[in-house]
């Protein structure tokens, strides 16, 4: 992708640890980049719940009826963090929750959900 169009070009996949990835990026800014995470989880039926496009919390789901139900209900919450460094834009990716709320069931999913959008930033 050229600049100012998204997510640029994929450079570098940093883990760092079981709920945190550091994505890096070239060709791209800050705003392109926080406009092309937040495009993606709209279309995932996502929505920013706090913060900004640039360092905010996306969720989907009842955070009262997952208290509730635990794990039966679908509750999912990511935090992003984009941040200019060495040139380029790094995008932190992280579980917003631990899922415990649900008990295994609700772990697992969060897992699942995690992993499963951490490919949609390469």
Not at 6 to 16: I, L
Not at 54 to 83: C, E, H, P, W
Not at 107 to 118: C, H, I, M, P, V
Request: net charge neutral.
């Amino acid at each position: 992708m050229s600049p100012g169009t998204g997510f640029g070009k994929f450079v570098k996949e940093e883990q760092v640890n079981n709920s945190t990835i550091n994505f890096w990026y070239s060709e791209t800014d800050e705003k392109s980049l926080a406009n092309a995470v937040k495009t993606m989880f709209t279309s995932e039926s996502y929505k920013l719940e706090e913060g900004t496009d640039s360092n905010g919390t996306y969720g989907k789901g009842s955070a009262g009826m997952r208290m509730i139900l635990g794990g039966f209900v679908d509750r999912q919450k990511f935090s992003i963090t984009i941040t200019e460094e060495e040139g380029m834009q790094k995008l932190q990716f992280s579980a917003g929750m631990s899922g415990l709320s649900g008990g295994a069931l609700g772990k697992s999913k969060t897992d699942r959900e995690f992993s499963r959008l951490a490919t949609k930033f390469k």
